[in-house]
């Protein structure tokens, strides 16, 4: 089955600066790549996803890229800000087994 | 649109004893996930529901099972607690209106469980 490592699993920035968040993926059939956003005590929030026919999406501050080949995804958030202090799970959709698979997550801390 | 919705919120049990959690999708969505999240494991797959059929299921005992109703809503039961059962219990659902499996999933708040 898939399976999915996410890196690191610490990160802090000061406000104003970048953060990237890497994850790899091990099944070469995943097609669906969301990423999450979990508040202390609250559900996990979709903030972006692409799929495996595109190579970058942007939202605002937020982007993801996506490169096949090396069976890797990246979260990139621009001009960090405190309210992006969270922790952010990356995940992989294994179309043949139909099972989302999460990975680890990034504790994000940005300091004013 | 309402939300994804789970009840309870909080549940405590002792060892042996038997729980049954309850998810009520986003109106439409035809999909139910099951997730469980602990702080050293993260967040696990249990297995997810489509149109009253269990489509997948993650590596869990049997202990853990679940089921759909035709109103897509879905319950798990967790038999036989364990201390280790002790974790956040999410379900999210998706639209899936074709059945592939690309389509986004929105979770619950999610039933925090608790075995004494």
């Known amino acids: 089955g898939e399976n999915v490592e996410q890196h690191p699993s610490t990160l802090s920035v000061q406000e104003g600066d970048s953060a990237v968040i890497k994850c790899t993926y091990s099944?070469?059939?995943?097609?669906?790549f969301p990423w999450y956003k979990q508040e202390l005590g609250k559900r996990p929030q979709l903030i972006i996803d692409i799929r495996s026919n595109v190579g970058e999406k942007k939202d605002q501050r937020i982007a993801v890229t996506l490169n096949k080949t090396a069976k890797h995804f990246s979260l990139h958030i621009t001009e960090t800000q405190p309210e992006d202090s969270a922790v952010y799970f990356c995940?992989?959709?294994?179309?043949?087994?139909?099972?989302?698979?999460f990975g680890a997550g990034t504790r994000l801390t940005v300091k004013p | 649109k309402a939300g994804v919705t789970q009840t309870p919120r909080y549940l405590i049990k002792t060892r042996g004893q038997q729980v049954t959690l309850s998810c009520s999708p986003i109106s439409g969505h035809r999909s139910v996930s099951w997730y469980q999240q602990t702080p050293g494991q993260g967040l696990q797959f249990l297995f997810e529901y489509f149109s009253e059929t269990q489509r997948n299921k993650g590596n869990f005992p049997g202990r853990f099972s679940g089921r759909q109703f035709s109103n897509s809503r879905s319950e798990m039961n967790v038999s036989t607690l364990e201390l280790g059962d002790s974790a956040l219990y999410l379900c999210?659902?998706?639209?899936?209106?074709?059945?592939?499996?690309?389509?986004?999933?929105?979770f619950g708040p999610g039933t925090r469980l608790t075995v004494l």
């Open positions: 995940a992989a959709r294994d179309y043949n087994n139909n099972d989302m698979r």
């Open positions: 099944d070469s059939a995943s097609n669906y």
């Open positions: 999210a659902s998706s639209l899936s209106t074709t059945g592939i499996n690309t389509d986004t999933q929105y």
